[in-house]
């Protein structure tokens, strides 16, 4: 059964302070890895695609890189308007066609100023 | 550019009543969903379509039913509202560049839906 884990599933940082969330995953025919960021009370919104191992994407304070087994978020030098729940989600295509996108249960992530 | 509209933001319901949730899209994606959003469980498909005048079963379609009589809108239905169907509910939408699982998501604000 294809499985997608988020970790922590809540990350306190100061201002400033830099660190990383995890997305590892275990599926057959992953086709490419997603992530949103999710305000309260607000719909998720798009950050990030990535394909295949070893892409690496970026949007202001944020890089998102993917190996054949996790993807991990780098947030630098975070600031309070940061604070918000990180989605992943993966889409994967069985042997068979059906195609299924997983989504983790996310990180919250709370910049302290 | 509104993007992706629901309908209403919040309701309850007493079990066994019925009711329906609205998605308007305006930017002309071909694809849309219904997702349910639960505390601790990652989003997880109910229903999409492909175009005006499909639907199929997504990961819960239980106790769900759709229908997409325009491409802008895309309507969820519950006939029987139980407990278990307390949740937030969102719509997305996108293009139809790849598969249905493939796009990037538009998604709505949300809709909270409590069941008593």
């Known amino acids: 059964e294809d499985q997608v884990t988020q970790s922590p599933e809540a990350l306190r940082l100061q201002e400033g302070e830099s660190s990383s969330l995890n997305c590892s995953y275990t599926?057959?025919?992953?086709?490419?890895l997603f992530w949103y960021r999710q305000d309260p009370g607000k719909g998720p919104e798009f950050l990030f695609t990535l394909y295949s191992a070893g892409e690496e994407k970026e949007k202001e304070r944020l890089k998102a890189t993917l190996t054949k087994k996790e993807s991990f978020l780098h947030i630098t030098a975070p600031k309070p308007e940061d604070s918000a729940t990180y989605l992943c989600?993966?889409?994967?295509?069985?042997?068979?066609?059906?195609?299924?996108?997983?989504f983790g249960t996310g990180t919250r992530l709370t910049i302290i100023p | 550019n509104a993007g992706v509209t629901q309908t209403p933001k919040f309701r309850v319901l007493k079990t066994g009543q019925s009711m329906t949730l609205l998605c308007a899209q305006d930017?002309?994606?071909?694809?849309m969903y219904w997702y349910r959003q639960d505390p601790g469980m990652g989003l997880r498909l109910i229903h999409y379509s492909v175009g005006e005048g499909t639907t199929a079963k997504g990961e819960v379609p239980d106790g769900y039913n759709v229908s997409r009589l325009k491409k802008q809108n895309f309507l969820l239905g519950l006939e029987s509202a139980a407990p278990s169907q307390t949740s937030v509910y969102f719509c997305?939408?996108?293009?139809?560049?790849?598969?249905?699982?493939?796009?990037?998501?538009?998604f709505g604000a949300g809709s909270r839906l409590t069941v008593l």
């Open positions: 989600a993966v889409h994967v295509r069985s042997n068979f066609g059906n195609e299924k996108l997983t």
């Open positions: 997305a939408s996108s293009y139809r560049d790849r598969g249905p699982g493939a796009n990037v998501l538009t």
């Open positions: 930017m002309n994606h071909e694809y």
């Open positions: 599926v057959s025919g992953l086709r490419g």
